[in-house]
C-alpha cells in the first residue's frame, strides 16, 4: 500500500516504559482491595501517518493502553509523548471512535459532525461546508438531515467517524469500532477507513480481535500478551495496495501474516483464559 504521508524520523507517539496498576475491592466491598497490573514495560513507538493495529487477548490492558493515549487516565509509571510533548489530558488533537457509536440522538449526522467543530471555534458557515465535506467522504450524502435513530448501524459508525476527522485532530485512536457490524458492513467499512487514512494522512491507533481484520488495516500489528499486558511482537505487514486487487484475503501473503500473528496469539489466549479461571476460583 502507497504511504498515506512521508514519514518523519521523528516518531509522532511514543510509549516510554508505561505500566498501569489499578486496585479492585474484593467481594466484600473492603477498602483494602487487591492491586494488579493491567500494563507492564509498554515501550512502542508509532510515526506520523502510519496506521498501527494492537491485538491480544481480552484483558490483556489493549482499550486501557487506548485510554492512556487519549489522556483520559494517567500511567501509573513511564510516560507517552505526543509530538514530543508529555500527553497529560484530552484534547482535540486526537479524535476517538468507540464500538459505540456515542452518537448526540438529538442531533441529526450533520449536527453529530459538527459537534466537534463547534469545540474548536470554527464559524457556522464552515461547520457546515466541513460536515457536508466528510459526509460526503464517508457515502453518506443525502442522510445529513437524518437522526442516528433513522441509521443503520454501518452508517451510525460512519458518521462517527467523519466526526471525529472533521475536527482535523492529528491522530485516530479507535477502540474495536466495527466489532458489533455484520461481516459484510464491516468489510465495507474497513475499505473505507483505507481509502479515508490514504486521503488525510492521518496517524492510526485501531484495537480490534480479529486476526484478519489486523492484517488487512495494519502497516503494523502490535500482538500484546496475557496481563499483565506488554508487546510480545510487532509484525510488519507487507501486503502492497490493500485497494488493487479484489481477494486480498484470499492472496497467500496474506494468509502467511495471518498464521503468524495467530500463532503469537495462541499461547496468550491460553493463559489469559488460565487467569480468568483461576480468579474466579478465589
Known amino acids: 500500500m502507497p504511504e498515506a504521508t512521508t514519514q518523519s524520523t521523528t516518531p509522532k507517539i511514543v510509549f516510554e516504559d508505561v505500566r498501569k496498576h489499578f486496585t479492585v475491592k474484593d467481594r466484600t466491598g473492603a477498602r483494602q482491595g487487591t492491586r494488579f497490573t493491567a500494563l507492564d514495560g509498554i515501550d512502542l513507538e508509532i510515526a506520523d501517518g502510519e496506521f498501527v493495529v494492537l491485538v491480544g487477548p481480552s484483558g490483556c490492558g489493549k482499550s486501557t493502553l487506548l485510554e492512556l493515549l487519549g489522556g ?29 457509536y456515542a452518537l448526540l440522538p438529538w442531533r441529526t449526522a450533520q449536527g453529530n459532525v459538527e459537534f466537534g467543530l463547534e469545540a474548536t471555534g470554527v464559524p457556522r458557515r464552515q461547520r457546515t461546508a466541513r460536515a457536508r465535506e466528510f459526509l460526503d467522504l464517508v457515502g453518506l450524502t443525502g442522510f445529513e438531515d437524518r437522526h442516528p435513530h433513522e441509521l443503520s448501524g454501518g452508517m451510525r459508525q460512519r458518521v462517527a467517524i467523519a466526526r471525529s476527522f472533521a475536527y482535523d485532530p492529528g491522530v485516530l485512536l479507535m477502540d474495536e469500532p ?35 481484520e489486523a492484517v488487512y488495516l495494519g502497516q503494523r500489528v502490535a500482538v500484546m500478551t496475557s496481563r499483565p499486558g506488554r508487546i510480545k511482537q510487532i509484525v510488519p505487514v507487507a501486503l502492497g495496495s490493500r485497494t488493487a486487487t479484489d481477494d486480498l484475503r484470499s492472496s497467500p501473503e496474506f494468509a502467511l501474516h495471518r498464521h503468524e500473528i495467530w500463532s503469537l496469539l495462541h499461547d496468550e489466549v491460553a493463559k489469559a483464559q488460565q487467569l480468568e479461571k483461576e480468579e474466579a476460583s478465589v
Not at 509509571?77 to 509530538?83: A, E, N, P, V
Not at 497529560?88 to 464500538?99: C, M
Not at 483505507?194 to 484495537?207: A, E, H, Y
Open 72 to 100: 483520559l487516565t494517567r500511567p501509573t509509571g513511564g510516560r507517552i509523548l505526543l509530538d514530543g510533548e508529555p500527553v497529560t489530558g484530552p484534547g482535540l488533537d486526537r479524535g476517538v471512535v468507540f464500538q459505540q
Open 178 to 212: 466495527f466489532a458489533a457490524l455484520d461481516a459484510q458492513t464491516r468489510e465495507s467499512l474497513q475499505d473505507e477507513l483505507l481509502r479515508i487514512w490514504q486521503r488525510t494522512g492521518k496517524t492510526v491507533v485501531f484495537i480490534t480481535h480479529g486476526i484478519d
